[in-house]
RNA sequence: GGUCUGUUAGCUCAGUUGGUUUAGAGCACCUGCCUUACAAGCAGGGGGUCGUAGGUUCGAAUCCUACACGGACCACCA
């Protein structure tokens, strides 16, 4: 018949349109009267590959960009990739360590040359991978976080931020990573449970009589970090506990290293949290530290920046050692020394990196930070006023708490890959006999620097200024991913056209990361939300409900689904899974369904295409058939519009799904479908083609591989610009409930012959006699001629025709109100059909009961709304009347 | 510790201001079919006292309270 393949294969169907579109330019505009429709990228690292999650966001985006493109709008999706500073320069650091070189002998230029290469090799694979994935980006406008231009808006928005007086910088207790050497945000702390040990240790009193200087008696504490005692500073108790109230004025001895410390009283200690005595560690503990700044205690830092100890931990094996060999070690030392109690089992949080997974280690350090109380309240306002949009509504609750205890953002990072901080210090020549305070000169440039440093000394010379060593945090440059990618801050006309974006499409776990601070960017530097809405996709998780993660190896090559399931499939699957918000299980069943799905419609294709014409005219059958399919459509476009607006994808695509597999597949071509080997006439097969490229327009959001092949398969002509990608999305038009309603009448007689069929044996295609008793009901359903045509078509029947007399030898259902009987030429089974009779009466007497349960209510009939009520009696007369047919016909039996 | 959120079929989830033929979908399952678009398919079927206990209401999966068990976020954790 066609020469179309029964299997649908969209490899090389995917890449030939992929390449058209891309070619055509129809995923570029530029500003123009049109309604504007914009979306920019999470923009995933640079040189990141594609994963699940990655998936899942883009077809998304993929979906709502396609969908505003043919309805009109002048649409745009900006793509473009993070630099993603500490993770790609971990990426380079491993990748020189393979080569035998390490950072620390390069300078910070050479290594950037470095840095730079590796991002030029694999920078962009991800940008072709989304391309795999069908993704209609603006490719014309790719962004890269450390694109000259965008560079520029950093610095910019950095000087800005420090001229307003909302940059400081402080030495304070930092989140440090020792394996990246750099400082991290909390934002970036990733806190877990994990298994611990705690050290119970005594530090005994001192006594200068004695001659080793301690005397028996001590105070025992318990830490999880007994390779910090050398830093203690004092040991802390609570002022009302009665057990170390005689300790008052006394010292205890650190072990180990023999230095005498004060026994201080706080009531910050819990009297119940262990022997309720705390060793005092100012330099490795943010409360420790507050601790000691209240009662003046020494702070002993122990620490290298890379997790090592050095030599101020006082004990030479120890110098040099990492913090978690030194903890292994302390447990022998501590016990040689007679210090050591015991050890308990313990359970605790521990804070790792986001990055290198590295234990946190607290650590006192001179940072950058951002004043982030005033840019925090307008991005807060815009969320409680529903300004900005949050679907789903809970992850306002989340924002809000973050939001109104916002603490200060640590900006700089020990890092080389990255924005430098435009800070440029200058060490004045310090006056007789004192130290000079070095100033501080914020700056776009080294030129303007010098500038104002000169304005103040006139002598400063540009070597005299030292450019900061850091970086900035990549959040900082990703908080400006709106306004930049649209050079906001030149006031482009894109910018004013396409901002605020439309809507962002991004995982909920980077709520604080980023689109909190992109709120708080678009109102510091543009009085403006840079998107109306926020759509949080959920956590790829794998049927375990874990996270994918490479470790796991429960996380699919993105690239080999596609292979298996070709691009639409693979959308099906992620778009079907689950709604916006929580966890969205993976399972390759979804994607199988996806690819099924194509099949479907691919055979959908061959059948059309198979048909021959003739010149006949439409008989009732295909007339009614065509008409009740159209008037449908029109309630699927609502409902699909419906969810659209409340970003309700995976149920706009499933209600769509069922149309087309159940509606059209198994309804409507059915209803239409010539005898074998006979033509259709022309009208119904114009008819029938139109509402296949309606469907397709319909579900091009979703699958737009497939959709654009049917579609110019079906056109046959190519034309230049008749594409679907730019196409025109299907208008709704009225709805005939009427003959819907009929249709779908005679939809559940068809299904109950079928029923009886199966349940007797008979063959599908075996003619059969059915007749009916009619009442109003069913006398108004067979008025037009084609819904009683439909039935006898798709039921397969010889005759189907009224009777006033009930009919021998039959095997009898009833449908609506009405009563069938099947006539067979086989001895009817009394006592099956008496069964099934009576089960079915008492189902509906059961449900009889109900609703005049409700109707004998007084209340209820003075209260109800007239449409409930109405509706109740209506459910009873049914009720009732099937009710008579079935005790009639039980009594016939 | 604070806040939020969930508990509906074997699994994953819908159920949108309380009422729409005594709860829906997909997958899984069962029966019968290689019927000439499609076995990646066709036709049909079974399966839930909506976590528990109260309450409000003429009416509750839906609103309220308590409890049980999950999950999440934030803070703290010697």
Redesign the pocket.
């Known amino acids: 018949?066609?020469e179309l393949s029964?299997?649908?294969?969209p490899a090389d169907i995917e890449d030939k349109w992929y390449a058209h579109w891309d070619k055509s330019g129809y995923f570029h505009n530029e500003p123009d009267d049109r309604e504007p429709f914009s979306i920019v990228i999470p923009p995933p690292n640079v040189t990141g590959v594609l994963h699940m999650g990655h998936m899942l966001n883009n077809t998304i985006q993929d979906a709502l960009t396609r969908k505003a493109r043919l309805e009109g709008k002048n649409a745009i999706w900006i793509p473009g990739t993070d630099h993603a500073s500490i993770a790609t320069e971990a990426k380079v650091v491993r990748m020189l360590r393979e080569r035998g070189i390490k950072k620390s002998d390069l300078t910070r230029d050479e290594f950037m040359a470095y840095a730079w290469e590796w991002k030029e090799k694999y920078g962009g694979i991800i940008l072709q991978q989304l391309r795999k994935l069908g993704s209609s980006c603006d490719w014309e406008r790719t962004a890269f976080t450390m694109d000259k231009g965008y560079s520029e808006d950093v610095i910019r928005t950095f000087v800005d931020l420090y001229n307003k007086g909302k940059l400081y910088r402080d030495y304070r207790m930092v989140n440090w990573d020792c394996e990246a050497k750099t400082v991290l945000s909390?934002?970036e702390v990733i806190?877990g449970e994990e298994q611990a040990a705690?050290?119970h240790v005594k530090y005994f009193l001192e006594d200068e009589n004695s001659p080793t200087g301690q005397g028996a008696e001590g105070v025992v504490?318990?830490?999880?970090?007994p390779e910090t005692i050398m830093a203690d500073s004092a040991v802390?108790v609570?002022p009302k506990d009665p057990r170390y109230a005689h300790l008052a004025g006394k010292k205890v001895i650190v072990p180990l290293v023999n230095r005498a410390i004060p026994i201080i009283f706080d009531d910050?200690?819990?009297?119940?949290?262990?022997?309720?005595?705390?060793?005092v560690t100012p330099a490795h503990?943010?409360?420790?530290y507050e601790l000691g700044k209240k009662h003046g205690l020494e702070i002993i830092d122990l620490l290298n920046e890379d997790g090592t100890l050095n030599e101020k931990c006082g004990i030479a094996s120890l110098v040099s050692v990492d913090r978690f060999d030194a903890r292994r070690h302390m447990k022998k030392l501590l016990a040689d020394a007679g210090n050591l109690v015991e050890i308990k089992d313990?359970k605790?949080?521990?804070?790792r990196s986001e990055r290198t997974n590295t234990v946190v280690e607290p650590r006192m350090s001179l940072q950058w930070y951002v004043d982030m109380k005033a840019l925090a309240a307008p991005a807060l306002a815009a969320v409680e006023t529903n300004d900005i949009d949050f679907y789903p509504k809970?992850f306002k609750?989340?924002y809000?708490?973050?939001m109104a205890?916002i603490?200060d953002w640590c900006i700089s990072r020990q890092l080389w890959w990255g924005h430098r901080i435009p800070a440029y210090y200058y060490a004045p020549p310090a006056p007789e006999g004192g130290v000079a305070a070095v100033e501080t000169f914020v700056a776009q440039t080294a030129e303007e620097a010098l500038v104002l440093a000169q304005a103040k000394y006139p002598s400063v010379m540009a070597a005299d200024l030292r450019q900061d060593e850091d970086v900035l945090d990549t959040w900082a440059s990703s908080w400006l991913w709106p306004i930049s990618t649209l050079n906001g801050f030149k006031n482009s006309e894109e910018f004013n056209y396409y901002y605020p974006t439309s809507v962002l499409v991004t995982g909920?776990?980077i709520i604080?990361l980023w689109v909190a601070r992109m709120a708080m960017a678009g109102f510091e530097w543009k009085q403006e939300r840079p998107f109306k809405a926020v759509y949080f996709t959920?956590m790829v998780r794998d049927?375990q409900?874990r996270k994918m993660s490479k470790s796991l190896g429960n996380s699919p090559d993105a690239l080999k689904l596609i292979e298996d399931?070709?691009a639409d499939?693979v959308r099906f699957g992620m778009l079907?899974?689950?709604?916006a918000?929580?966890?969205?299980?993976f399972?390759e069943?979804?994607l199988?369904?996806g690819?099924?799905?194509?099949?479907?419609l691919w055979?959908?294709?061959?059948?059309i295409k198979?048909w021959e014409v003739t010149e006949t005219t439409q008989s009732d059958t295909e007339r009614v058939a065509a008409a009740w399919f159209e008037s449908k459509s029109n309630t699927v476009l609502a409902?699909i519009e419906?969810?659209f607006t409340?970003f309700?994808l995976?149920?706009a695509l499933?209600s769509l799904?069922?149309f087309i597999?159940?509606d059209f597949?198994?309804?409507y071509?059915?209803m239409i479908?010539p005898e074998?080997?006979k033509p259709i006439d022309r009208e119904t097969l114009e008819i029938t083609e139109r509402i296949l490229r309606k469907l397709m327009a319909m579900l091009h959001p979703f699958m737009p591989f497939i959709t654009e092949e049917i579609w110019q398969q079906l056109d046959g002509k190519n034309t230049e610009g008749s594409d679907l990608c730019v196409g025109s999305y299907p208008k709704q038009t009225t709805i005939d409930a009427a003959l819907v309603a009929k249709v779908e009448a005679a939809k559940d007689i068809?299904?109950?012959i079928?029923?009886v069929?199966?349940?007797k044996?008979l063959?599908?295609?075996e003619p059969l006699v059915v007749k009916f008793q009619g009442s109003e009901t069913v006398k108004s359903l067979m008025d037009r001629d084609g819904v009683k045509s439909l039935i006898t078509k798709l039921g397969v029947l010889e005759s189907f025709e009224m009777t006033d007399t009930d009919v021998e030898n039959a095997v009898s259902f009833v449908s609506?109100t009405d009563k069938f009987f099947v006539v067979l030429n086989q001895t009817i089974d009394i006592e099956a059909e008496r069964e099934k009779m009576t089960k079915e009466l008492?189902?509906?007497?059961?449900?009889l009961?109900?609703?005049n349960a409700?109707l004998s209510?007084?209340?209820?009939v003075?209260?109800?709304?007239p449409?409930?009520l109405a509706?109740?009696q209506?459910?009873q007369a049914?009720?009732l009347a099937?009710i008579a047919i079935l005790e009639e016909s039980l009594a016939k039996l």
């Open positions: 018949m066609s029964t299997k649908y294969t909390n934002e806190h705690l050290f504490i318990a830490t999880q970090r802390a609570h910050y200690v819990d009297i119940d949290f262990g022997t309720g005595a705390l060793k503990d943010p409360n420790d313990y605790t949080s521990i804070g809970s609750n989340i809000r708490s973050w205890e603490r909920w776990d604080f959920g049927k409900r399931f070709g499939g079907a899974s689950s709604p918000g929580g966890d969205l299980l399972d069943k979804l199988e369904q690819r099924n799905f194509c099949n479907k055979n959908a294709l061959r059948l198979g409902e419906e969810n409340q309700r995976s149920e499933m799904y069922n597999w159940d597949c198994s309804w071509l059915e479908k074998y080997g068809i299904s109950k079928r029923e069929r199966n349940s044996g063959k599908p295609r609506g008492q189902h509906q007497q059961d449900f009961k109900s609703v409700k209510n007084e209340r209820f003075a209260n109800a709304k449409e409930i509706n109740e209506k459910k049914d009720a099937r």
